[in-house]
């Protein structure tokens, strides 16, 4: 934990009520830079829209986010893209490739709409690729890979801009135990580079992998 | 801006099907529209052109033959600046193949002068027939071809510019072919007249002493043809805006509807695009650039296709002969199209903008959709 300082992330009585339900019940917690933070817990727990409210996909009912003291809840929508282009990087258990970019555009796609050249992004893209054994696979399209290849595509789309935060979300629950693998090591280095990951699942052995645990049931942190 | 064209342009490359079939909905529509608009203002430069003839001309048709020197007093009425007798009657014409029944004026050359002066033409017509646009169209005539009609024959020496007025159905040949016809030594008598007024205030005294003295079938008077013109031209120009309108409705429901349709087939893409930093006008422009390039081709591929190709053939079904609208009633269709092409447009951003701020990215990137 040495790598540890301070919060990039704070939640603070966040609650967000869909219907009747209460998804996420008074959350607050603080997440560290540099930290690999895993929240474990069922399905429909609110696993990912505690990720969507970080991400500012989502806004809470009640109580504040706040990204490096920031609070989000105060970014109007343009402010919040922004946020998440710089800022975030996120990976999606079914992967949300877009189906007509290849495999290079779609890691490109952050970099374009942040205004990078083309060129650039180009170049930056096969870096990722290569780094994440798919550079063969970069003209292809997201239907021609598998899973496995789809993951580690999104890992790099993840880290295209240079994120601060990776918002991880069930990100080996459609995969095989060596794909699982190579996707936390992938994720392990980006902490190890300095990045903070918070990790959503349901598979309580990849606590292995965080520096920190949250349990989340019924929309409750119970257990850290 | 940027990161939207480079995003629509990967789309169209992968969704090439779709967009050929949104351009041919649009094409189609842009016909309908463009046609009915094209009518619509052919009909009103008509209604206008021929009053701008009728200014200050007064059109008599008596109900006998007069000889001219009992018309010699229409000359001395308060208001008149000249008159041009004439012989009118209607022939069926023969021009190789082609057949069909024409009005046909007798009369001086110098009439045909003035009558083009009224519409700001400045021509010097040679020989001695001279075509209407419409009547040369319709017999497929040319200068210097034969042409013969009724009991008379000759070379066409001129056909008309297209002056949008009646004088385009008029085939107007020289007193001197009728008088060769019928012999020097006859005596020559006239069924009309051509009136110019020195100004339209005179309108009403000259029409007056006209009835007195003469026995008149007809009389096209500048109120008269305004009036006439309107009440001819009513029905066509209500059709034309009833269907212009009806075009445009309809295009714009098409319009709106594969927007929206395309909108919710595309509403996870649109959703990764957000959690990726997007911002709402970078969605909604990856969202319509490519409806965009495809309405802006199908209205301009519409309007050359109604322009050049969908209204000579509507006209050769109809009257036999193609025939393209004046230049003018081109540039005012196109101005109109566009005028469609920008209400479809802010429609379409309107409806987009709203059903964009309204998406909630969340709801399409769980899992377990």
Excluded at chain 2, 36 to 61: D, G, Q
Excluded at chain 2, 75 to 91: H, Q, R, S, W
Excluded at chain 2, 114 to 133: H, N, R, T, W
Excluded at chain 2, 174 to 190: C, K, M, P, Q, R
Aim: proline share 3%; hydrophobic share 45%; aromatic share 12%.
């Amino acid at each position: 934990m040495s790598a540890i300082n301070d919060n990039i992330v704070r939640l603070n009585n966040v609650t967000k009520i869909y219907g009747f339900r209460k998804i996420l019940d008074s959350i607050s917690m603080d997440v560290y830079r540099g930290e690999f933070l895993i929240v474990v817990g069922p399905s429909g727990s609110g696993k990912t829209t505690l990720l969507g409210i970080i991400a500012g996909l989502e806004s809470p009912d009640e109580g504040e986010v706040y990204f490096e003291g920031r609070c989000i809840g105060g970014m109007n929508v343009d402010e919040l893209a922004e946020y998440r282009n710089k800022h975030i990087g996120f990976i999606f258990q079914n992967y949300n490739l877009i189906p007509h970019l290849t495999a290079m555009e779609n890691v490109m796609l952050p970099m374009i709409i942040a205004g990078l050249k083309e060129n650039k992004a180009k170049r930056r893209a096969l870096t990722l690729l290569k780094q994440f054994g798919v550079k063969d696979k970069a003209m292809s399209y997201p239907n021609e890979l598998s899973g496995g290849e789809q993951q580690r595509v999104s890992v790099a789309r993840a880290l295209a801009n240079d994120p601060m935060l990776i918002l991880a979300d069930e990100p080996t629950a459609n995969l095989d135990r060596e794909n699982e693998e190579i996707i936390m090591e992938f994720l392990s280095r980006t902490v190890s580079e300095g990045r903070t990951v918070i990790l959503v699942t349901h598979k309580e052995y990849l606590c292995d992998y965080a520096s920190r645990v949250y349990r989340l049931v019924d929309g409750r942190l119970v257990g850290v | 801006m940027i990161s939207s064209w480079w995003y629509a342009r990967r789309y169209l490359s992968k969704r090439q099907r779709l967009v050929v079939a949104f351009l041919l909905i649009v094409v189609a529509v842009s016909v309908f529209v463009a046609f009915n608009f094209a009518y619509y203002y052919e009909v009103s430069y008509r209604n206008a052109r021929t009053r701008e003839l009728y200014s200050r001309l007064i059109k008599v048709f008596f109900e006998e033959y007069i000889v001219e020197s009992n018309l010699t007093a229409v000359g001395e009425l308060d208001g008149v600046k000249k008159y041009y007798p004439m012989i009118a009657n209607t022939y069926m014409a023969h021009h190789e193949d082609k057949s069909g029944y024409v009005p046909v004026e007798f009369c001086d050359r110098e009439l045909v002068v003035e009558l083009l002066k009224q519409l700001s033409f400045s021509l010097d017509p040679k020989g001695v027939i001279y075509a209407g646009y419409l009547v040369a169209l319709k017999l497929d005539l040319r200068e210097g071809e034969k042409l013969s009609f009724g009991p008379f024959s000759g070379v066409v020496g001129c056909v008309l510019p297209y002056t949008g007025s009646l004088l385009d159905t008029v085939l107007f040949v020289d007193l001197s072919v009728y008088i060769d016809y019928a012999g020097s030594e006859a005596n020559v008598s006239y069924n009309g007249l051509y009136i110019f007024l020195i100004s339209r205030d005179y309108e009403d005294s000259v029409v007056n002493a006209l009835y007195e003295r003469y026995r008149v079938r007809y009389i096209s008077s500048p109120s008269r043809v305004a009036e006439w013109v309107e009440k001819s031209n009513r029905l066509q120009l209500l059709s034309s805006m009833f269907f212009s309108f009806l075009a445009l409705l309809m295009g714009l429901g098409i319009i709106i509807l594969m927007v929206y349709r395309e909108y919710e087939g595309r509403k996870r893409e649109l959703s990764i695009l957000s959690a990726l930093g997007a911002k709402t006008n970078t969605i909604i422009s990856a969202l319509l650039i490519p409806l965009y390039i495809a309405l802006f081709s199908g209205l301009l591929v519409g309007s050359i296709l109604t322009f050049f190709l969908v209204i000579p053939y509507y006209h050769l079904f109809v009257y036999g002969y193609y025939r393209l609208f004046g230049i003018n009633t081109y540039v005012a269709t196109f101005f109109s199209v566009g005028l469609t092409l920008l209400v479809m447009l802010l429609a379409t951003v309107l409806v987009i903008k709203r059903k964009v701020k309204g998406l909630r990215p969340m709801e399409f990137l769980r899992a377990e959709l």
